[in-house]
Each structure stands twice: as structure tokens, then as C-alpha cells.
């Protein structure tokens, strides 16, 4: 994509002194790093979009949708530079991979068996949802600390029905021992696991990231068990073929 600014760059290294010693290089096309290529990328990909008949989905703006002739409907997921293509005729999924290659340089799988980190496999009754590799990284991460604090294995997300916020401040030790562990880092990585595959563990998380600005011990430690848990427990997510398009919630709020 071109920028949406001009925008000027040294000449590399290597590049020859004369003629054009002191001079500056127009920058023609975006670069990674550069603060506005994001928009100017996900702009140029959106009108290309347009221009072929599709339609931006009103609640997710990743999300387009295209009204083929035979009444079916093509459905593009993309996230930045990876895009998941849906329609019940494989026709009209390489009908668009065939426009896509006309503007882009594309590389293609001929199944979905992962994106953006969610394994994916497919059964006749619907696809499996699971993020083992992160699963792992999580827990390899932490597994130092859940020795070091001797946490049990969890079979329950998280065992106390709400978490309190500290009553009194950290001594200077406490608080220089609060700094060096990583609750933030590890906190952002479960819930992406929460958000993406596992939703069991919703109500577990909510308890415990309340604490992201301001967390003592015990709440580091209720994120460590809430990780075995997660370990022993790697549930899938299940998405049937036949579930239609009603939507079935259940709630255990007064």
C-alpha cells in the first residue's frame, strides 16, 4: 500500500556517496514499523473488496460477505495478511482466490488446519477448536513459578467464588518481588486462550485480571493454578454443522 503521508528515509547503507550525498529518499510504499501502514494496508484491501462485489459486515469490520448467483454466500475472515475463505460450493472459493491473485501475490492451503495460532480439525459433525501450542507456552512459562510456589494441580478454574483487592500496601521487598513476575504478560496470554477457544474459563478470568493494576500475591497465585487448571484441562471448542442460527446463552445471574 502507498502511504497516506509523505514520508522521507535516510539512503541505506552500501548505497553510493556521489551523486547524491546528503539526499533523502522518498518513501514510495509502506514499510513495516511505519505508524500508518496498518490503516493504509487494511484501506487498500477493503476497496479492493468493494470493487469485487463484497460487503463489510456491519458488527465485525474483518469480516466480508459476497452474495454469489447460485444464492450461496462467499464469507472472507482476514486478519491483517491472513484470510479464511467460506462457501458451501468449493467453486465459488476458488472463483475468489483466482480475483484475490489478480491484485496480490497469494499463497494458498487447500484446508483449514490452523489460524492465528487455533488448531483447527475438522469432523463430520463440525470442527474442533484448540490452541495446545499456547496451551504449552503458557504453562512452560509459569511452570518455574508453580514450582517455586508449590501450586496444586486445579481441577476447578478457580477455587474461591471472588478475589479480594488488598487491604494494606506491599512492604518495598513485596513490592520489588510484585515487579519481577510476569501476572501481566501471562494474564494477556490466558486471555486470548479465554476469548478464542476456551470460554469455560471466563468467569475464572474476570476474578482475576480485576487485579492487573494492582495484584498481591494471592492473585498471582490464583492465575498459577488457574494455568494448571488449563493444562490438565485443554477442552476444546466444539462448533457443530447443525446448530443454525439461533443463539443459546445461559447465565447463573439474579
Known amino acids: 500500500a502507498k502511504p497516506l503521508d509523505v514520508h522521507y528515509v535516510r539512503l541505506p547503507k552500501g548505497f553510493p556517496d556521489r551523486p547524491y550525498n546528503g539526499a533523502l529518499a522518498r518513501l514510495m510504499q509502506n514499510l513495516y514499523g511505519l505508524n500508518t501502514?496498518?490503516?493504509a494496508w487494511f484501506t487498500l484491501f477493503t476497496?479492493?473488496?468493494i470493487s469485487i462485489g463484497f460487503k463489510q459486515n456491519a458488527i465485525d469490520p474483518c469480516l466480508y460477505q459476497r452474495q454469489e448467483a447460485d444464492g450461496t454466500v462467499t464469507y472472507v475472515l482476514n486478519y491483517v495478511d491472513d484470510a479464511i475463505i467460506f462457501n458451501k460450493r468449493l467453486a465459488h472459493v476458488e472463483k475468489f482466490k483466482n480475483e484475490l491473485s489478480v491484485r496480490f501475490k497469494i499463497t494458498t492451503d487447500k484446508s483449514l488446519s490452523r489460524y492465528l495460532g487455533i488448531e483447527i480439525t475438522r469432523t463430520k459433525h463440525g470442527f474442533l477448536l484448540t490452541q495446545q501450542r499456547l496451551v504449552d507456552s503458557i504453562y512452560e512459562k509459569a511452570k518455574a513459578y508453580i514450582e517455586k510456589y508449590k501450586i496444586a494441580s486445579m481441577d476447578v478454574p478457580i477455587k474461591f467464588n471472588r478475589l479480594k483487592k488488598a487491604t494494606s500496601q506491599p512492604t518495598p521487598e513485596e513490592h520489588l518481588e510484585l515487579k519481577q513476575l510476569p501476572f501481566r504478560s501471562l494474564l494477556g496470554a490466558v486471555g486470548y486462550l479465554m476469548t478464542s477457544t476456551m470460554p469455560s474459563?471466563?468467569?475464572?478470568y474476570k476474578e482475576i485480571s480485576r487485579f492487573a493494576a494492582d495484584y498481591r500475591m494471592e492473585h498471582f497465585n490464583a492465575l498459577l493454578e488457574l494455568i494448571t487448571y488449563i493444562k490438565k484441562h485443554p477442552t476444546p471448542l466444539?462448533?457443530?454443522v447443525d446448530?443454525?442460527?439461533e443463539l443459546t446463552a445461559y447465565s447463573d445471574a439474579d
Open 201 to 204: 474459563i471466563s468467569y475464572a
Open 37 to 39: 501502514a496498518p490503516y
Open 47 to 49: 476497496n479492493y473488496m
Open 243 to 245: 446448530g443454525g442460527d
Open 238 to 240: 466444539f462448533i457443530g
